[in-house]
């Protein structure tokens, strides 16, 4: 059904590029009930994404800049010193969620991973000194880190909970995984694949952390709802 669809797309695109060259443009619309998740979720169509204006203006809207604050502070709140210690960002898109932790501490070393090559491009021209490397969440990460941070991820994904096993093995025996994912009940992005309430979202951390480790959830601003998970 998928593949069909790709050429079915693949022969619109050739045809509207045929007719161009006699001078006739043609746009396709696509219909909101037409809206695939799956797609959008695609490596290439985050791709594209992070390349679209109006997509990287939106990583500043001021709300978006508030949430990074959010989280740091969500970080102070628990006590977890960064000074000195290793810090990731899977799925760090334009790398904003680094710089505000530059901000704020003094991490020995930065790393962000995504799978969108222009978002990789945009977060090492906004934290030079960090290290971003091309890494699919459904694969184990090479190393092991303090602070593993994964905000807004894990609802764009069919299988979250091989992502969550993964994350859960990037940190060291002292380390922290901080996971943050959209209030399924107030959520309507239909480029959203799972959509957790925070009761809803309790029982898939649990289901999904080994026993020897402790974790916590919760929500914050409403419309957010996170998880923390280390070692006891």
């Known amino acids: 059904m998928i593949k069909l669809k790709y050429y079915t797309i693949k022969i619109l695109k050739f045809f509207r590029h045929t007719v161009n060259l006699i001078g006739i443009d043609i746009h396709f619309v696509k219909k909101e009930d037409d809206f ?11 791709n594209q994404l992070f390349k679209d204006p109006r997509y990287q203006e939106g990583l500043y809207h001021p709300e978006r800049l508030k949430f990074y604050k959010d989280v740091v502070e969500k970080i102070k709140a628990n006590t977890i010193s960064l000074d000195n210690k290793t810090v990731a960002d899977v799925g760090c898109g334009n790398g904003n969620l680094l710089v505000y932790v530059k901000k704020n501490f003094s991490p020995s070393q930065i790393h962000g991973y995504d799978f969108a090559g222009s978002a990789l491009s945009q977060a090492k021209g906004n934290l030079p000194e960090g ?33 969550l096993k993964n994350l859960i093995e990037g940190i060291n025996e002292t380390g922290t995984l901080l996971i943050t994912v959209p209030n399924g009940r107030i959520d309507t992005f239909k480029g959203h694949i799972n ?21 916590e959830t919760g929500e914050f601003n409403k419309k957010i709802v996170y998880a923390i998970i280390r070692h006891k």
């Open 195 to 215: 959509f957790w309430s925070v009761e809803s979202w309790k029982m898939f951390i649990q289901k999904n952390t080994p026993q020897n480790l402790y974790f």
């Open 131 to 163: 290290k971003f490397n091309d890494h699919d969440i459904y694969n184990p990460l090479p190393q092991k880190y303090d602070l593993l941070l994964c905000t807004e991820v894990l609802e764009h994904l069919l299988n979250p909970e091989i992502a």
């Open 36 to 46: 695939d998740s799956i797609e959008h979720n695609a490596r290439e169509s985050q």
